[in-house]
């Protein structure tokens, strides 16, 4: 049988990955190990990174699942640090098992002893060999930067860690046709209504969750989005339609702490069922793209941009530090170039 394996990180998790053709025995075989699992995004059948499994699936790696003990207490004081900066509890957590995965690359050496040089071998040799994301080696970067601000004695100079060249892809844009098919998709008066509040205040999935009843001032006709991305407040307007949509939602559901709530009183909405709200909505209405929530935002942008809001407004109602990130849906818009004339109308 021909199979390959190899380490990767699933979910944050370290797993061993296995490829082969199409074989039923082998599957059988898999099935049969403590904790493997399927992974229909991946396309592979991956298992615990275990040195059982390793020399059962013959991974070849000098490579170790935990820091050395210096590494492990390093991480907890720049845990402590980004904790005392104030830094959300997901971009801590992001850090450090960023952070983490590099220690362990270099668990037999001294942090003091790290350099430059060893962020570019661990860029090549375990980055980019295991195929790992641009936006993953970001991270890393990142991380790995604040990490050296925070350390006394080092080789290490920070300004000169280079972060990889990033993609530039265009934001995904739907119409303002298949936007209403999607937000007309549900009878449910709360799953209308928050998917038509992300689109109509152009709210990131956090936003919406963490909304709470007094955040909906009718009378001024805003929404008020506190603590979001970089910890800033701002607000958006507040739509007649959506005010009504809201008030007949409040009727019924009666929301206390959040304004959208699970099952359990005063507890959020959870996240992955919003993400299934959108997904019910999709199959109602027969669009056959792989839109996620955020694409909701970017519509709402776009949308903005071609009926005339000034790119200004825009940044200040998506709750951008810089122009540059708002100016991507200059990109998208449609409205000037759909004013150009094709030369092949002339043929």
Avoid at 105 to 129: H, S
Wanted: glycine share 4%; hydrophobic share 35%.
């Amino acid at each position: 049988m021909k199979w390959k394996s190899k380490l990767i990180k699933h979910k944050g998790t370290y797993r061993i990955a296995i490829t082969f053709e199409k074989n039923t025995e082998l599957v059988a075989r898999i099935k049969l190990i403590d904790g493997s699992r399927w992974s229909q995004s991946l396309g592979v059948w991956h298992v615990p990174d275990s040195e059982e499994n390793r020399i059962r699936f013959k991974i070849l790696l000098h490579f170790q699942t935990v820091p050395s003990a210096e590494g492990i207490l390093q991480i907890e004081k720049f845990k402590q640090w980004l904790l005392s900066k104030r830094y959300s509890p997901s971009t801590i957590k992001t850090y450090s098992e960023a952070l983490k995965s590099f220690l362990i690359f270099y668990r037999e050496k001294p942090v003091a002893e790290i350099t430059n040089e060893d962020v570019i071998i661990y860029n090549n040799e375990y980055i980019l060999k295991n195929n790992l994301s641009a936006s993953y080696q970001n991270q890393i970067v990142n991380a790995i930067k604040l990490f050296f601000q925070t350390i006394r004695e080092t080789k290490m100079m920070v300004d000169k860690i280079h972060r990889p060249k990033r993609s530039k892809l265009l934001p995904n844009v739907l119409s303002k046709e298949e936007i209403k098919l999607i937000l007309n998709a549900h009878s449910n008066i709360k799953h209308k209504t928050m998917l038509s509040l992300i689109y109509s205040c152009g709210l990131r999935r956090s936003e919406l969750l963490n909304l709470k009843p007094a955040d909906i001032d009718s009378k001024r006709g805003i929404v008020i989005i506190r603590q979001s991305k970089g910890k800033k407040d701002r607000i958006a307007p507040l739509s007649p339609k959506i005010l009504d949509m809201l008030r007949e939602y409040y009727i019924g559901f009666k929301p206390k702490t959040w304004l959208f709530e699970g099952q359990n009183e005063n507890t959020k909405y959870d996240e992955r069922s919003l993400s299934n709200v959108l997904k019910q909505a999709l199959t109602k209405s027969r669009i056959n793209k792989p839109v996620s929530l955020h694409w909701l935002r970017h519509s709402y942008a776009t949308h903005l941009l071609e009926s005339g809001t000034d790119l200004r407004y825009i940044q200040e109602l998506l709750g951008h530090s810089s122009s540059k990130t708002t100016e991507i849906y200059t990109h998208v818009s449609t409205k000037s170039i759909q004013q150009i004339k094709s030369p092949f109308d002339d043929l």
